[in-house]
Nanobody, 122 residues
Framework: VQLQASGGGTVQAGGSLRLSCAASGRTFSVYHMGWFRKAPGKEREFVAAISWGGSSTSFVDSVKGRFTISRDNAKNTVYLQMNSLKPEDTAVYYC????????????????WGKGTLVTVSS
């Protein structure tokens, strides 16, 4: 599966953005999906994940209550809705997919897209 993230941009603190990750290839609906981010000088970190059917989601503590993850299997797309953005959310955001792994480990996802940059100004 090939992944393409989009929707990044520059927003003021308190604002919102919605990231999209479009998948090409067959059987997108069987893949668990994750969002990760990498800030300057930091390691790539887990942000959110959604199971293949959408029934399970998980988030890193720092974004709980502000971010939501969803998917539209008919459109082969997963979304990350980001509200109440903070300067510390500034990072390159990546989407990832795996057929068997659902969770927060960077090392377990088999497929990755190129990132999209989110900049939150104070």
């Amino acid at each position: 599966v090939q992944l393409q993230a989009s929707g990044g941009g520059t927003v003021q603190a308190g604002g919102s953005l919605r990231l999209s990750c479009a998948a090409s290839g067959r059987t997108f609906s069987v893949y668990h999906m994750g969002w990760f981010r990498k800030a300057p000088g930091k390691e790539r970190e887990f942000v959110a994940a959604i199971s293949w059917g959408g029934s399970s989601t998980s988030f890193v503590d720092s974004v709980k209550g502000r971010f939501t993850i969803s998917r539209d299997n008919a459109k082969n797309t997963v979304y990350l809705q980001m509200n109440s953005l903070k300067p510390e959310d500034t990072a390159v955001y990546y989407c990832a997919a795996d057929r068997t792994y659902y969770g927060d480990s960077v090392d377990e996802y088999a497929y990755w897209g190129k990132g999209t940059l989110v900049t939150v100004s104070s």
